[in-house]
């Protein structure tokens, strides 16, 4: 129902969260990190500086903010929290967009799941389409449960909505507010690189075209369980190429096994990634945490994408058909699950596409990082 009511909870001053910040090198390109913004108090409120960054038990907020797929209205490596941005859906809610009241300002839904309740208030955009929505204070044991429980709800909420209007209601910002203290958590993604070249591919092959195709397809998409079924699909694809050559050609074929068993090292991990992508990059302690779990080191990747690899990709694709158990993905724990892994398994595929192709993918970029003065020429400008 519409609410004429405006919340009259304290906020933090403006120019505390209007940030731009320069994340070129903050992670691995195209991956969330999480952004903290803490308040440093003085006076009688100095005891809210022991708050640790993950939160207490109390009360908590959580903004979501909705956006058009393809429709970014900033700039990449900037930073915007909630009450920066304006939002916007094809979910009319409010006049011009909805014949509501004349006075209403925003719509007030009570969602109940099966063991959560919320008060969400919708606000909308000019138009009177959905932009944001916002929780009323509710009580979570810390930040982290906070953001998981209120996202569920409303994920379940907006899923319901795109199923039944056929509209993509698609999420742009989680911002989670600690009451007692302001501070504020936010999901940014690492923004990709610039780069280019005019080095051709010199002959057409359909099935790496095809294997390309998927990985451009996952880069391009920003719903993780796509993105890893796109790229274990091409894992999945190297695995019955070189069976199918090892049964035609026997003895005659030796694949190319370099880089296929994973360092435990820093030195040697990144070693392996300067083989594998074009540079100069900086790999940072962020992006190698994120590349290389633990369960990684010193494993073959065949052995890699037989356990872990396969298992998430079970549970993604067809987990309820084989034994009930499935990733919800409107649950925050379960994307987390598969954003794990997603760094890893995309290196993983430009390893494997480097060793099945030689003649199509990176074969100016040498295993030593290295790249060949023919590429250099025919990159250069004209």
């Not at 069976?243 to 068993?261: A, D, I, M, T």
């Not at 962020?286 to 010193?298: G, K, Q, S, V, W």
């Not at 794990?340 to 596409?353: D, K, N």
Request: charged share 25%.
């Amino acid at each position: 129902m519409a609410d004429g009511d405006k919340s009259d909870y304290p906020r933090i001053p403006p120019k505390a969260l209007d940030l731009k910040l320069n994340l070129k090198n903050l992670g691995f390109p195209g991956e969330p990190y999480w952004l903290l913004l803490t308040n440093i108090f003085k006076g009688p409120d100095a005891h809210l500086n022991e708050v640790p960054p993950l939160g207490l038990p109390g009360l908590y907020r959580v903004t979501i903010v909705l956006g058009k797929p393809g429709s970014r209205t900033f700039p990449e490596n900037e930073v915007k929290f909630a009450e920066f941005m304006e939002g916007n859906s094809h979910l009319a809610i409010l006049k011009p967009a909805f014949p509501a009241p004349a006075d209403a300002v925003k719509i007030r839904l009570e969602v109940k799941g099966e063991s959560d309740s919320f008060v969400f208030e919708g606000w909308p955009d000019k138009g009177g389409f959905l932009a944001k929505l916002e929780t009323q204070s509710f009580h979570a044991n810390k930040r982290n449960d906070a953001e998981v429980r209120a996202t569920k709800a409303a994920q379940n909420v907006l899923s319901e909505y795109a199923a039944s209007l056929d509209n993509p209601l698609q999420i742009d910002l989680i911002e989670v507010t600690e009451v007692a203290t302001s501070n504020k958590s936010l999901a940014v993604i690492a923004p990709f690189l610039g780069g280019g070249s005019s080095a051709p591919i010199e002959a057409y092959d359909p099935e790496f075209a095809n294997l390309a195709a998927l990985y451009r397809e996952a880069l391009v998409s920003n719903t993780p369980a796509y993105r890893y079924l796109c790229f274990y699909k091409i894992l999945e694809a190297s695995r019955k190429q070189r069976e199918r050559l090892s049964r035609k050609l026997k003895k005659q074929y030796r694949p190319n096994r370099f880089g296929e068993v994973i360092p435990a090292r820093r030195p040697g991990q990144i070693a392996w990634l300067n083989a594998i992508f074009i540079g100069p990059r900086e790999w940072t302690e962020l992006a190698l945490n994120r590349i290389f779990p633990l369960e990684t080191h010193d494993k073959k990747i065949n052995t890699i994408f037989d356990g872990p690899l396969r298992r998430m990709r079970d549970r993604i694709a067809h987990g309820i058909l084989d034994s009930g158990s499935y990733l919800h993905l409107d649950d925050l724990t379960s994307t987390r699950e598969i954003n794990r892994w997603l760094p890893f398994l995309r290196c993983a595929v430009r390893r494997i596409l480097k060793n099945d192709f030689p003649e199509h993918y990176l074969r100016f970029l040498q295993e030593d990082g290295t790249v060949t003065h023919d590429y250099l020429l025919k990159g250069t400008a004209k």
